[in-house]
């Protein structure tokens, strides 16, 4: 994320060309690749005058959301009720239109690009959660986390029909992936398969108790609600008095809140970060942990049902099996989805998401009491 590069940098010049097509005001000073999320291409767009905050553009990921229109749609109906229902004062994701009025624009090999207005932010240090950061900032921001993804299932409970569109049908559901999983075992198309015997087996001891929040769902004994479900820490922008906003909303569509609390908490409460090369490192922070469910369930026990409630220390387990299963998918399928840095960086990540998975296992009781108490008493 260096500034030193200008704007004519040769990488960027079909993002340079792609911001032609907005509604962009003011003369662009430059246009560099931005953050670490693991889908879309993310460009930020400084201006020359300073007082500009200046815009995102992103070349959209159109293996992962394959209907950009619809995946749009969803997008400007969820930031116009969020900004309905936001503080005066605190940022909402803004989309910024194409000149001819659609909310986002093609390129002329067929790419499609959309932009948003930038907001201004800390930047985390491009961590999940800074490992430099003292334990206090950790937790401060963990109670932020869990109070701004606790307040969007509150903002988005009013949002008029019709139903929000399935932008990846099946996203959460642990059977499609599971069933990818042998697909892909049977099929290795990567020639993979010999060398992970170890993660086949975590996954294939673990993959029956995963089915429950699927089948409370399925037995209506937990409501859909309107989720994020990609509730992972960079996700939330955090200013310096606490979390602004939260962004990257392409999988805002039905859901069960278990996935947005276990998702959170298996990138917030990992002790290291996704990708820690000393596996002996990663551990769940426990602190981090009772932070987050403080703040969720500060905003959210009034609402919530029992049955939620009673699962949430189960949808962390779920969500660190499901993501890690996922990264495991992604490294016997050579690497198609998710970003990568380097050869086995999917395999890298699968394995830290299953060394948490084993402390959380070990910690399970601890979790379970903390949110029965936290359901049960005062919260704060
Ligand atoms: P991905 O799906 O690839 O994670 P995101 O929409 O999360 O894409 O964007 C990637 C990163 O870009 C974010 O983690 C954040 O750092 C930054 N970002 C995205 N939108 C904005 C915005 N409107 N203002 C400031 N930063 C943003
Ligand atoms: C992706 O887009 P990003 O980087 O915020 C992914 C999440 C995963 C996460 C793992 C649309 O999130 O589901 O949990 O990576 N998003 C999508 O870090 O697949
Ligand atoms: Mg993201």
Known sequence: MSDSKNVTEKSNIPAISAAGHFSISGLVKSLLPYGSGHIHETF???????SHPGYILQRVNTRVFPDVPRLMENIVRVTGHLRARTRRGLPVLTVVPARDGRPYARDDSGGFWRCFRFIAHREPGGRLRSRHL???AGTFRAGEAGRLFGRFIIQMSDLPAPPLHETIPGFHDIEVHLSRFRDLLRGDPAGRRREIPAEIDFI???AAAMGLIRDLGRAGRIPLRVTHNDTKFNNILFGPGGGLCIIDLDTVMPGYVAYDFGDAIRSA???TSEDEPDLRRVQLDMAVFQEFA????GQLRGLLQAGEIAHLAFAARLMTYMVGLRFLNDHLDGDRYFKVERPGHNLKRARVHFRLLEDMERRRAEMEDFVSALAAGPIS
């Open 269 to 271: 409460a990992n002790s």
């Open 204 to 206: 294939r001891a673990r």
């Open 294 to 297: 403080r703040g969720y369930l």
């Open 44 to 50: 930020r767009v400084r201006m020359r005058a300073v």
């Open 134 to 136: 003292v334990p206090s």
